[in-house]
């Protein structure tokens, strides 16, 4: 596996890292807390060695998976996490973190699930609205000068956001959505990325599944599957969003790859401080992700792509009205 470093952190991992969250919710049943941990030390086993999860997602329970999964690999992989919600005894939502305690009470609960002494990597899930930035991340810079916390990020943060976050506290890497379908860092946040020196690390890098080809407008969803709340995986929206899907599956045809390989070989070639992290479920899924680290696409190959998706206007959006508010803060 090649390696790539977030920004100017210094910060080396896989150039290909493993979603987490799709082990315990929002894709459907989650199957067997035993496959869970065979297909995560799978992903180590070939060169693995970024691991992405949450408190929220569970909420706790996906960050009990990833330490326990990763716990013989202890300084051989890095495992990034995430806060932003508060939650009472029975994991029920209580609102939004707000004050410097409640960051160092989220911080020491996830490094008890996972079984860590440092996070490597935590960002803040979703930026809240009523509550300055600087205090955020001052409550984090204390937790990094105290040892708790190797490296800030944050999540879906807009550039305005990340720039007063790390004139508190240096930001290692910006998680957020960004694939062929959904292009909005393009507009600012990539570019203060590379400004500042910050790694970026897209989440959905396939689209949740849309972009591998293997969704079409027939495809039934659980009903406790995420994408049946999302307007872009309507039956109708599929049907026309397929135009893109076509586009990169010749490419693939060409390339001798699969569709999903070329989607994420094109978010590799955009910046080199760019580790996506796709999620699955599937053994056979995982090795198709990161063989897309050995797909080289060329200039050409590049400027066709860019010229094909440029004409296409992708149909409904990427989350419901009232999940998009909370992103681009």
């Known amino acids: 596996m090649h390696t790539r470093t977030l920004g100017s952190s210094g910060l080396e991992v896989s150039a290909i890292g493993l979603g987490c969250m799709g082990f315990s919710q929002s894709y459907g049943p989650a199957g067997s807390h035993e496959d869970a941990i065979a297909l995560i030390r799978a992903a180590v086993d070939r060169g693995v060695t970024f691991f992405d999860t949450a408190e929220a997602y569970g909420p706790w329970v996906n960050e009990e998976l990833v330490g326990e999964a990763l716990a013989p690999y202890r300084g051989q992989v890095l495992i990034a996490t995430k806060f932003n919600m508060l939650f009472d005894d029975t994991g029920k939502a209580l609102g939004q973190i707000s004050r410097p305690e409640e960051v160092r009470a989220a911080a020491e609960g996830s490094l008890r699930r996972l079984g860590l002494d440092t996070l490597d ?3 803040l899930h979703r930026v809240n609205p009523e509550v300055p930035i600087e205090d955020i991340a001052g409550a984090v810079a204390d937790l990094v000068s105290g040892g708790k916390v190797q490296h800030f990020g944050m999540s879906e943060a807009a550039a305005r956001t990340i720039r007063r976050a790390h004139a508190v506290q240096p930001v290692t890497a910006i998680q957020s959505e960004y694939s ?26 396939l689209g949740k599944g849309f972009l591998t080809g293997t969704i079409d407008q027939s495809t039934s969803f659980a009903d406790d599957d995420i994408r049946t709340t999302i307007p872009r995986f309507t039956a109708e929206a599929r049907e026309a969003n397929r135009t893109l899907v076509d586009l990169i599956t010749a490419i693939a045809d060409r390339k001798g790859a699969t569709s999903g390989q070329i989607a994420i070989a094109w978010l590799l070639a955009q910046k080199p401080w760019i580790v996506p992290i796709p999620g699955t479920r599937k053994l056979h899924r995982l090795e198709e992700n990161i063989g897309a680290a050995d797909v080289e696409l060329t200039d050409a190959d590049l ?4 010229a094909a998706a440029s004409a296409v206007t992708v149909q409904g959006g990427r989350y419901s009205d009232a999940a998009e508010r909370a992103t681009n803060l």
């Open 121 to 123: 990597l935590y960002y």
């Open 180 to 205: 062929l379908w959904w292009r909005r860092p393009e507009e600012e946040v990539l570019a203060t990325c590379e400004e500042l020196g910050i790694g970026f690390v897209p989440y959905s890098p």
């Open 303 to 306: 400027a066709e792509i860019e």
